[in-house]
């Protein structure tokens, strides 16, 4: 049986966010600035993409704030899908974050320079440290409320991670083979923006499932017929339809019954199921019962 979650996971998710963005806005200025300092092209498209980070963090603030509104007459079902949504610009921000460090990486690999400097390696070690604990801070935040778009900004946070690793190991190259390896940071960058292309993939994947509606796992399935089976009254069960909107999920259920019964009795069995569903599951926002008789065959 699941236990019960806090209200507003909305608004749960909006807090790491925007601390999120807070975060990226102060490395922005740091990346870049050690970047200039630095002669670390690397180091430049990392404050670069960080700073495509804060966009889609606001982005992804306002969706979350979207979705935490109630219901009204124009969205009788809330306003749950601008989460998902969200979620799938931020994955397309992850995209373009990585095309963008491409392109400037084999613009900085044709531009002779120099080599970068020996701080630029502390300034990546913290960078490293301060967003892999923002990812594990935020995934957790995720995880509990079940959000694909708060995953989605957690994974910014693991591929800006990685980014900077990229860059760690470019310049370390670069300090320590000396002349001609210049631009081994810029390729390290290059490296590392297939790594966020790929993560972006897997960020837009499930979000695109909840927008059309694709299935919960079999095992919330598998529960929640379990559940509605031990109803009194229940002769069997036939479809079931469940959909994910937001932070909420719906069911649509057919239940069979005993075709003599009263239409007053039927109605009763089918709000205990939807009370039975509604209790045992919290994460259950709504269920539609469809009473129908048992097949002629099933008697």
Not at 22 to 45: D, E, Q, T
Not at 158 to 182: C, H, K, L, N, Q
Not at 191 to 216: C, Q, W
Request: negative net charge; proline residues 5%.
């Amino acid at each position: 049986m699941s236990t019960p979650r806090e209200e507003n996971p909305a608004i749960q998710g909006m807090k790491p966010v925007l601390a999120g963005g807070i975060v990226n806005a102060f490395l922005v200025l740091i990346k870049i600035s050690a970047g200039i300092l630095g002669n670390s092209y690397a180091l430049v498209a990392d404050g670069i993409e960080s700073a495509t980070d804060i966009l889609s963090s606001l982005i992804l603030w306002l969706g979350l704030r979207v979705a935490s509104k109630a219901p009204d007459t124009d969205h009788p079902y809330g306003h749950g899908k601008a989460e998902p949504i969200s979620g799938a610009i931020v994955a397309l921000a992850l995209f373009g974050a990585a095309v963008l460090i491409v392109a400037e990486s084999i613009h900085n690999i044709l531009t002779p320079h120099q080599i970068p400097k020996t701080f630029t390696l502390f300034v990546l070690v913290a960078v490293i440290i301060i967003k892999e604990v923002m990812y594990r801070y935020e995934k957790n935040i995720a995880k509990k409320i079940k959000s694909s778009a708060v995953h989605a900004d957690a994974l910014h946070h693991r591929t800006d991670a990685i980014s900077s690793g990229a860059a760690f190991v470019g310049i370390s190259i670069a300090i320590i083979m000396g002349p001609g390896y210049e631009s081994a940071d810029a390729c390290a960058a290059i490296v590392a923006s297939f790594v966020i292309a790929y993560n972006a993939y897997k960020t837009l994947s499930p979000a695109v499932a909840e927008m059309m509606d694709a299935a919960p796992s079999a095992a919330m399935i598998t529960e929640i017929k379990k559940v509605a089976a031990t109803v009194d009254g229940v002769a069997g069960l036939d479809k079931c339809f469940v959909r994910k909107m937001g932070f909420d999920y719906y069911v649509d259920l057919h239940v069979e019954v005993d075709g003599h019964l009263s239409v007053y009795r039927g109605h009763e069995i089918a709000h205990d199921v939807k009370n039975a569903l509604l209790n045992a599951i919290p994460d259950i926002k709504d269920v539609l019962v469809h009473i129908e008789p048992v097949p002629e065959a099933a008697k």
